[in-house]
């Protein structure tokens, strides 16, 4: 999705005269854990049923499309229609989390995180914010993701 609307941005930006050269393009993961604990509950719920929401409402369907997770999108509409959350849930965590959000459990979030942090690399961001707290939540130091960066294009907000 970050591929599509940079494209958007760049393409806005040409109509008028300009580029985006001049313009930090910055995203920031958002960090799912699977619900093992009440507050990992709570937030799960509230991306849950946001994500949803947005697979459900029909004025979401460009969205979906341009993101190429249209068939997948509507995969979960049908299963929150048919008032099958549990299903709408699964649907939403393999087939679209992947691309949104830094998921799973202790031991798949770094490679979700990984996968997460690439896509954008690809799309054209030029800085990540990362939370502080990144080693204990992803189980990734900064060094690493800096290691990970180096001679590329990219920021870290601390450099």
């Not at 509950?41 to 509230?46: A, I, T, V």
């Not at 190429?68 to 979960?76: F, T």
Request: hydrophobic residues 45%; proline residues 5%; negative net charge.
């Amino acid at each position: 999705m970050s591929r599509w609307c940079l494209e958007q941005v760049r393409a806005g930006a040409a109509r008028v005269g300009r580029t985006l050269n001049r313009f930090e393009v910055i995203t920031q993961p958002s960090i799912l854990f699977e619900p093992t604990t009440p507050e990992r509950q709570r937030r799960w719920d509230g991306a849950m049923t946001f994500y949803i929401n947005h697979c459900v409402y029909p004025e979401f369907d460009r969205l979906w499309e341009v993101s190429g997770l249209r068939e997948e999108a509507l995969a979960v509409r049908a299963a929150a229609e048919a008032g099958d959350r549990a299903r709408a849930e699964r649907l939403m965590v393999e087939t679209i989390y992947p691309h949104l959000v830094v998921s799973g459990g202790q031991r798949d979030t770094a490679a979700s995180f990984w996968q997460w942090l690439d896509g954008h690399l690809e799309a054209g961001v030029t800085m990540i914010g990362l939370p502080l707290e990144i080693a204990e939540t992803v189980g990734i130091s900064l060094d690493e993701v800096k290691a990970h960066v180096a001679n590329r294009p990219i920021r870290l907000p601390a450099e």
